[in-house]
């Protein structure tokens, strides 16, 4: 009897041991990092954002500017909702009810129905500028937002093909936002709100999809080639002769 009770505990130990369960503890203290397009909202979220469009611009065509306003906000309200209904992120919820609420108080102060666009237009100026100065700088915005959302911090900037890479990732962003501000701000100096609207819609979503892609793939690649450089570096340190 002594001899059962003095066993040792090894056997309880191992079974309650926490290092038996360190994958799920890994797992789930490593959640997986959205993706930039995540961040954004997703393809969803780029689609929501057309929704008011579409509907104020026809409302104002048959009832005026008034009942459009109205009707936009009333659809960015319903948007709203069933985001948070679905438990999409919400910050971009939220940031998209405050530009339809931003866009109708201009077109109210305005008193047009184009100056409904008028605030996504100087965005898209201060955008493309703000890009292309931290590309100037060297610290190009879409390696600092990269790395800000992954959580790999900055080191980044000392591999000139990551850099590169960056560099050119945002300045395609920087076109895609010079462009949308270039077309849509002679449209609306034309005052074809119809054509605001179906520019903002075409050069909206489906080229933030391509420069999201875009983005990916070339940082996808500067990425593998600087771990290269690294393996190869860490290589020859190692088979260096000590002295």
Not at 8 to 18: T, V, Y
Not at 32 to 50: K, N
Not at 65 to 82: D, E, N, P, T, Y
Not at 146 to 167: P, Q
Request: one cysteine or more; a neutral charge; hydrophobic letters at 50%.
């Amino acid at each position: 009897m002594a001899q059962k009770t003095n066993e040792p505990a090894g056997d309880d130990r191992a079974r309650h041991d926490p290092a038996d369960h360190s994958d799920e503890d890994v797992s789930a203290a490593d959640p997986r990092t959205p993706s930039i397009l995540e961040q954004m909202g997703g393809i969803s979220g780029l689609i929501y954002s057309t929704v008011p469009i579409v509907v104020f611009v026809p409302v104002n065509a048959v009832w005026g500017l008034r009942v459009a306003m109205v009707a936009a906000l009333a659809v960015a309200l319903v948007i709203f909702g069933v985001r948070l209904w679905r438990r999409e992120p919400l910050n971009p919820a939220i940031s998209g009810l405050l530009g339809v609420a931003i866009c109708v108080f201009i077109a109210n102060r305005v008193g047009d129905a184009k100056g409904y666009f008028l605030f996504g237009i100087w965005t898209t100026l201060a955008y493309a500028i703000a890009f292309v100065v931290s590309i100037v700088v060297r610290w190009p915005l879409i390696g600092v937002a990269w790395n800000l959302i992954s959580g790999e911090g900055m080191a980044w900037r000392k591999h000139r093909r990551t850099l590169y890479a960056y560099d050119i990732a945002t300045a395609f962003w920087a076109a895609v936002f010079a462009a949308r501000y270039l077309t849509q701000s002679t449209l609306y100096d034309d005052g074809h709100t119809g054509w605001l609207a179906v520019s903002r819609i075409a050069m909206g979503w489906p080229l933030t999809a391509l420069a999201v892609l875009a983005t990916v793939l070339l940082v996808r690649r500067a990425t593998r080639d600087e771990h290269v450089i690294e393996a190869e570096e860490e290589q020859k340190s190692s088979t260096d002769p000590v002295r």
